[in-house]
């Protein structure tokens, strides 16, 4: 990095996996250099990334989407899995507070990450449009469903269908008639989220399920994404 921020950053290989160290102030440019250091290094495909987070001070929490954004970007092409080892007390509870979609496996060490990577499943996703209609919410349930039955996660099978088709029900298209229905799963987490335009009237439905969250975020382009975020831990207890 050229330093025009004021992020210390420390690229190493361990294992095939290229691990990340940051420190110092993630601002808005250090957050762009960021984001072109990340895609340049998925480019060269390692095993996967490894973001180490030590000290940093955020100008703004909003600013951690950075990661969210990159593992979206590099889960299709080149499929390189991204995870952060946070080993800061303090930045864990800022990643906490700002509840992210959770897309990146979050660990407290790199050793707990590079552990993650060789036991879990890489991440898999599934992006397609839908209606912003009834007939919508009808095809997310489908999808859903084949999703826990190829994915072989049949302990979804009751709660994912559903979640899918009350996101798709509280989003208007923002050209078109279609929304984007997106799912995306790693060892830790079913995360189903929906991109268009927020669709006034009712919340979104609670899951019956014992580790869930939702939430929406803002795209920056007038749309937002609302997502549901189910805990995977649940279902081997």
């Known amino acids: ?18 691990v990340v160290g940051l ?4 601002d808005r440019i250090a957050c762009y250099e960021v984001r072109q ?3 340049g290094l998925a480019v ?5 990334i490894i973001v180490e ?8 929490p909003a600013l951690l989407v950075v990661f969210d954004v990159v593992a ?3 889960a299709d092409w080149p499929g390189v899995p991204v995870l952060l080892a946070i080993t800061s007390p303090s930045v864990r509870l800022i990643f906490a507070a700002v509840r992210l979609p959770e897309r990146v496996l979050a660990c407290q060490s790199v050793a707990e990450a590079m552990a993650a990577l060789d036991t879990g499943p890489r991440g898999r996703r599934l992006r397609l449009p839908v209606p912003a209609s009834p007939s919508g919410e009808l095809l997310a349930r489908a999808a859903a469903e084949q999703i826990c039955q190829s994915w072989r996660l049949p302990g979804l099978t009751e709660v994912l269908p559903p979640v899918a088709a009350d996101l ?4 208007a298209a923002e050209r078109g008639e279609c929304v984007t229905l997106q799912f995306w799963t790693d060892v830790q987490r079913m995360v189903v989220s929906v991109r268009g335009l927020l669709r006034g009237g009712s919340a979104l439905a609670v899951p019956a399920w014992r580790d869930s969250v939702s939430g929406h975020t803002p795209t920056g382009d007038g749309a937002v994404v609302l997502w549901t975020s189910l805990g995977l831990a649940c279902m081997k207890d």
């Open 1 to 18: 990095m050229d330093g025009t921020g004021f992020l210390d950053v420390e690229v190493r290989d361990e294992a095939r996996v290229r």
């Open 23 to 26: 420190a110092g102030e993630l």
């Open 37 to 39: 250091l990340l895609l």
């Open 44 to 48: 060269e495909r390692p095993k996967a």
């Open 53 to 60: 987070l030590g000290e940093i001070k955020v100008a703004s």
């Open 72 to 74: 979206a970007e590099v």
């Open 168 to 171: 798709v029900a509280h989003t």
